[in-house]
């Protein structure tokens, strides 16, 4: 199973920045299975900050609704969090993850990719 994220890098606050992960080795439109974004700042602990099901439900951290959008295209098995109005909080490791296909617990995480905006 391979989780490979990517499209970090330093941007300017109120910039933004589009992640992509690319899932093989798994279904990735399993119907129960949920896809996510987590993040994990220095000296913080991880946080999730955005989740979007089969069917396209999103859900997001009340710290990044309304800037960032979680999306998914299950032609290339590929979930995406677009982010905007980045601000200097959001500088982060940013990881995808893959729940079981009960949607209740992540088990297959990527390798991270590093998210820095500067003020």
């Known amino acids: 199973v391979q989780l490979q994220a990517c499209g970090g890098g330093l941007v300017q606050a109120g910039g933004s920045l589009r992640l992509s992960c690319a899932v093989s080795?798994?279904?990735?439109?399993?119907?129960?299975?949920?896809m996510g974004w987590y993040r994990q700042a220095q000296g913080k602990q991880r946080e999730l900050v955005a989740t979007?099901?089969?069917?396209?439900?999103?859900n997001y951290s009340d710290s990044v609704k309304g800037r960032f959008t979680i999306s998914r295209d299950d032609a290339k098995n590929t979930v995406y969090l677009q982010m905007n109005s980045l601000k200097p909080e959001d500088t982060a490791v940013y990881y995808c993850?893959?729940?079981?296909?009960?949607?209740?617990?992540?088990?297959?995480w990527g390798q991270g990719t590093q998210v820095t905006v500067s003020s």
């Open positions: 979007i099901s089969r069917d396209g439900t999103a």
């Open positions: 080795g798994i279904i990735f439109n399993n119907r129960g299975r949920i």
């Open positions: 993850a893959a729940s079981d296909t009960r949607g209740s617990t992540y088990v297959f």
